[in-house]
């Protein structure tokens, strides 16, 4: 059957998406999946809000194409106004997740051989959904306050690029947040070089310390900023409800994507979070996921402190669920995590091969924090540094 397949399914199925899901090892530490911590989802409001929809006078289980999702796309235009975002309701789509969002964006603006800016490194499901249409991938390198500007002025006029990924909020995997000069000037360049941006913004709304930035969509002068948002992290994965902003002609042409995708989100689920939000206190909740992920955010920093060796370095993110390891060049951590983590320490991260679309660097790794807890962070770490020093040793040999 192979030779039937269409080109694509030999592209992504070499995203290594499949790593991020859990060990059936039952001594494993995963550090391995941007999982939000299920107990911190909202579950008896979330449980009240399903009921009273199953319940209402409105059936919600029929087809309501355009219509169900109105209620709750004004609630979504509240969140970004409140966030400094001016949104109107009719320029919101309900996404399956905002994996959806990435795979319709893609199939509307990517055509084989299309440039296409990413960070370096970025995140494992964007480039598992962009290489199913075949981009000319180019990597900017990440920075500590965002991707390197000077290289990317440097691609844009030397390259025909179309289209620019970015995470400027507690980016995955690094956990690092755009400045805001460079938000303003990333507008600048693509308003210059007639680029589109995708904004990607899943952990915006979970910042521990700092101040929160104006986002990328907020400073857009010209439409050229497609911005996408969920409810997976901040309320729960299971809902597959995110959200897609874009200016009138894009958004028109995605609207056509989308149906030919899946006709509508589930409205039962579109009910169940418009009734959520409705009748109970995002904020709140919100406050309760800062505190509890800084918690944990606190004890990643104290275990990598205590017990990496000296080779190893990582980020401290003021926000989201990631921090991102780096050791020496000479080091393949793809290759100490299968001979060494894994089957001798029982602890697993994700190595930095999949997360460049060149597969070329082999020496960084993003770590979570998010769904595990303060003993597994302390023990798992510990584990991740043994085990380091003994791929060390061996590869030095």
Known sequence: MEEEFASRVSLTSKSGLNAIYPSRDPEMISFTGGFPDANLFPTQELGNSFQNVIGGAQTPFQYQIGQESEPLREQIS???????????????????????????????????????????????????????????????????????????KKILIQQQVKLI???????????????????????????????????????????YEGKSLPTLKSLDTQDRVIQLGSFSKIL???LRLGWLTAGKGLFERLQELKGGSDLETSSLMIQTVNYYLTHYDLDAHLNQLQKSYQVK?????????????????????????????????????EKIQNSQLK?????????????????KHCNGARISFSNVTLSQIDSGIQRLA????????????
């Open 78 to 152: 509240k969140l970004l106004a409140a966030d400094g975002t001016q949104v109107s309701p009719s320029k919101i789509m309900v996404t399956q997740g905002a994996q959806q969002g990435l795979d319709l964006v893609a199939k509307l603006l990517i055509n084989k051989g299309d440039g296409l800016v990413v960070e370096g490194p970025t995140y494992i499901g964007a480039l598992a959904a962009f290489d199913a249409y075949e981009p000319t991938y180019y990597t900017v390198e990440m920075e500590e306050d965002g991707m390197n500007l000077a290289d990317l």
């Open 343 to 359: 089957p001798n320490f029982h602890v697993m991260m994700i190595p930095s091969t999949n997360l460049f679309p060149d597969k």
């Open 236 to 238: 729960a994965p299971a």
């Open 297 to 333: 955010r606190n004890a990643m920093m104290t275990a990598m402190e205590n017990y990496l060796p000296d080779f190893a370095h990582y980020t401290r993110p003021q926000g989201g669920f990631f921090t991102w390891l780096t050791v020496p060049k000479d080091l393949d951590l």
């Open 165 to 207: 990924y970015t995470i400027p909020d507690f980016q995955n995997p690094t956990g690092t947040v755009m400045s805001l000069a460079k938000r303003k000037q990333l507008i600048e360049l693509a308003n210059r070089y007639n680029v589109l941006i995708i904004e990607d913004a899943p952990y915006r709304w979970l910042r």
């Open 386 to 397: 043994n085990g380091l020093s003994s791929g060390y040793q061996k590869q030095s040999v």
